[in-house]
């Protein structure tokens, strides 16, 4: 029984680069969804996919985020041009239905210098 | 908006004592998961509660499902140094949307 894996675990770029996330939930879970993670702080809601569909994005996803579930399966997080306010860790999870338990991922951790 | 409050923000305890710790919502909740997070790594879920009054336990932990629906309960026995880390509260945003609010954390340290 394989988790959820993100890809990669620390990514370290400069102001004004674009970076992309990968993850890749658990194999039968239709729902996935993206949070970010400040110090001190509790997840906060990104946006949500069922299936290849994304139904919500949070109003702290600005235009510069970007977010994907090609064919239902792994989903890919980019960031164009970012900010020293982007740093932070990027979970992901996954979870069976809208009512299923959601398991996350171990984290991306971004610093942006 | 919605809003999780956990309490104590952080505790220092002796290896063997017993932890409490709570979440408490001005709104109701259909869900309360609990969720343990050490350094660098992402949530674990704990467990997860679904019924008003429900009482679970996972081994040495054991939460409960608040009867108003707006708090839920977090106890650890026998506490060891491998408890060490922030727990959180965790709730469905209400819809059918699953997207989940959490609290801001527990920090629990363990002194062996």
């Known amino acids: 029984d394989t988790g959820v894996s993100q890809n990669p675990r620390h990514k370290i770029t400069k102001r004004g680069q674009n970076v992309t996330f990968r993850c890749d939930p658990i194999s039968e879970h239709n729902r996935l969804y993206w949070y970010r993670q400040t110090l001190g702080q509790g997840p906060e809601f990104l946006t949500y996919?069922?299936?290849?569909?994304?139904?919500?994005k949070s109003r702290l996803l600005s235009d510069r985020f970007s977010a994907e579930r090609p064919k239902g399966s792994f989903s890919t997080l980019e960031i164009q041009r970012t900010e020293q306010g982007d740093s932070a860790m990027y979970l992901c999870a996954s979870s069976l239905g809208p009512r299923g338990e959601q398991y996350f991922g171990p984290g991306t951790r971004l610093t942006v210098t | 908006g919605q809003q999780l409050n956990q309490s104590p923000q952080s505790m220092f305890i002796q290896e063997g004592e017993d932890v409490s710790m709570n979440c408490t919502s001005s709104s109701i909740f259909n869900t309360w998961l609990w969720y343990k997070q050490d350094p660098g790594e992402g949530p674990v879920l704990l467990i997860a509660l679904y019924k008003a009054g429900e009482l679970t336990s996972n081994g040495r932990l054991t939460a409960q499902f608040g009867i108003t629906r707006k708090d839920s309960f977090l106890n650890i026995s026998a506490s060891i140094p491998s408890d060490v880390g922030i727990y959180f509260c965790?709730?469905?945003?209400?819809?059918?949307?699953?997207?989940?609010?959490f609290g801001q954390g527990t920090t629990l340290q363990v002194k062996p």
């Open positions: 996919f069922q299936n290849e569909a994304q139904l919500e």
């Open positions: 965790a709730g469905p945003q209400g819809g059918n949307t699953g997207k989940l609010i």
